[in-house]
């Protein structure tokens, strides 16, 4: 089973569910798909035994053979290719390696090269679990391709965490897509309701199982709860918010393993999960 988590910005509590998940249950794959602030290895401190480099592909143009026709800059909807008097430009870092451009070309002026954009650190955690985390290189405008090489790294096993990028951007959709379950992390407040709104339209749109789990459940107003209720959406726990939990965070420590109600928490989060309740 694959099991996302998300949230409608990043802060909202989204890596303190994955990771207290991951504690909690042996045999969870946690993969960190956040990767432009993958910090699930915060808490849960994974040995490296590999890391693997990701590779996108970008178009360079054999200027001898290119006639100047313009259909390569017609076809690229992110203006990664651009045709200009006497020369093509191709901006690489906004290329999404989609192929267009090459297959349009009518004199076969466009090949292809492969350029690093990050990498994928794998290893066990601290508590013994594998964890896989994607980091983007600095400048680089998008990590999808790290995290569908994250997610094919783990399409075998059994249950998987996916810590996904906040929003829902393209890598949030590249993160969260097939799995079979997701879980929406929010705090009660109108801006995290109001960011919760969009994830639960992408979730519909893309026809995915999901459930609420409430951060800092105590502090901000009922709005969440009153829109969970409306919408007919479950709410699969919550945590208050402590002090004792804001101290065992700041010192990069998994507060389940310390305070034992909170460990019954995200086991009871899980099993709701597993037990395939929903609230969409
Ligand atoms: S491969 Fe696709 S995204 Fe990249 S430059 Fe060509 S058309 Fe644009
Ligand atoms: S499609 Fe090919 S020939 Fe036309 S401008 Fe682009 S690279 Fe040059």
Known sequence: MKIAVLSGKGGTGKTTVSTNLSFVNKDIVLIDCDVEE???????????????????????????????????GEICKFNA?????????????SCHSCGGCQLVCPVGAIKYEK?????????????????????????????????KTLKNNVKDEKLVIIDSPPGTSCATVSAV?????????????????????????????MGMPFGVFVNKADLGDMEVYDYCREENIEILGEIPFDKDIANYYSKGEIFSKYIPHYKEVFENLLQAVLGGKNGN
């Open 38 to 72: 993958p910090n699930a290895s915060i808490f849960l401190k994974p040995i490296k035994s590999e890391e693997e480099k990701v590779f996108v592909e970008y178009p360079v143009v054999v200027q001898e053979k290119c006639v100047l026709c313009g259909k390569c």
């Open 81 to 93: 290719i651009i045709p200009a008097k006497n020369t093509v430009l191709v901006f690489k870092e």
């Open 115 to 147: 350029r690093e954009i990050g990498k994928i650190v794998k290893g066990k955690t601290i508590f013994n679990n594998y964890m896989e985390y994607g980091l983007l290189n600095i400048g680089e405008l998008s990590g999808v391709n790290i995290i």
């Open 177 to 205: 897509e097939h799995s079979d379950f997701a879980i929406i992390v929010t705090e009660p407040t109108p801006f995290g309701l109001n960011d919760m709104k969009m994830v639960v339209e992408m979730l519909r749109e």
